[in-house]
Protein backbone atom coordinates (compact mmCIF):
# COMPACT_ATOMS: atom_id res chain seq x y z
CA UNK A 1 0.00 0.00 0.00
CA UNK A 2 2.34 2.39 -1.23
CA UNK A 3 0.06 5.04 -2.50
CA UNK A 4 -0.42 8.46 -1.12
CA UNK A 5 -3.42 9.74 0.23
CA UNK A 6 -5.61 11.89 -2.17
CA UNK A 7 -7.44 14.86 -0.27
CA UNK A 8 -11.21 15.78 -2.23
CA UNK A 9 -10.98 19.34 -1.24
CA UNK A 10 -8.93 21.63 0.26
CA UNK A 11 -9.54 21.86 3.90
CA UNK A 12 -9.17 25.96 4.23
CA UNK A 13 -11.22 26.79 1.29
CA UNK A 14 -13.20 23.82 0.23
CA UNK A 15 -11.65 23.88 -3.33
CA UNK A 16 -10.88 20.80 -5.23
CA UNK A 17 -7.85 22.03 -7.75
CA UNK A 18 -5.21 20.89 -5.47
CA UNK A 19 -1.83 19.57 -6.67
CA UNK A 20 0.84 17.72 -4.87
CA UNK A 21 3.73 19.87 -3.32
CA UNK A 22 6.95 19.36 -4.03
CA UNK A 23 7.87 20.01 -0.70
CA UNK A 24 7.59 17.01 1.10
CA UNK A 25 5.97 13.17 0.54
CA UNK A 26 1.89 13.29 1.54
CA UNK A 27 1.87 17.62 1.00
CA UNK A 28 -0.59 19.12 -1.20
CA UNK A 29 -1.00 22.25 -2.42
CA UNK A 30 -3.88 24.25 -3.23
CA UNK A 31 -4.23 26.99 -6.55
CA UNK A 32 -7.29 28.48 -5.78
CA UNK A 33 -6.04 30.01 -2.10
CA UNK A 34 -2.28 29.06 -2.19
CA UNK A 35 -2.39 27.23 0.86
CA UNK A 36 -0.18 24.02 1.51
CA UNK A 37 -1.14 21.38 3.71
CA UNK A 38 -0.48 17.75 4.42
CA UNK A 39 -2.87 14.79 5.43
CA UNK A 40 -1.60 12.69 8.67
CA UNK A 41 -2.61 9.87 10.19
CA UNK A 42 -3.03 9.99 13.93
CA UNK A 43 -3.98 6.30 15.06
CA UNK A 44 -7.14 4.17 15.62
CA UNK A 45 -9.42 5.36 18.25
CA UNK A 46 -10.50 2.63 21.01
CA UNK A 47 -13.94 1.14 21.01
CA UNK A 48 -16.48 3.40 23.04
CA UNK A 49 -17.37 1.03 26.06
CA UNK A 50 -20.98 1.66 27.41
CA UNK A 51 -20.62 2.88 30.82
CA UNK A 52 -23.47 3.81 33.36
CA UNK A 53 -23.13 7.36 34.12
CA UNK A 54 -25.93 7.99 36.15
CA UNK A 55 -24.86 6.27 39.47
CA UNK A 56 -27.98 3.92 39.37
CA UNK A 57 -27.96 0.16 39.01
CA UNK A 58 -29.47 -1.37 36.10
CA UNK A 59 -32.40 -3.28 36.47
Request: proline share 7%.
Amino acid sequence: MSERAAPFYCPYCGDEDLRPNEQGHGAWECAACGRAFQLKFLGLLAPATSVDTSGGEEI
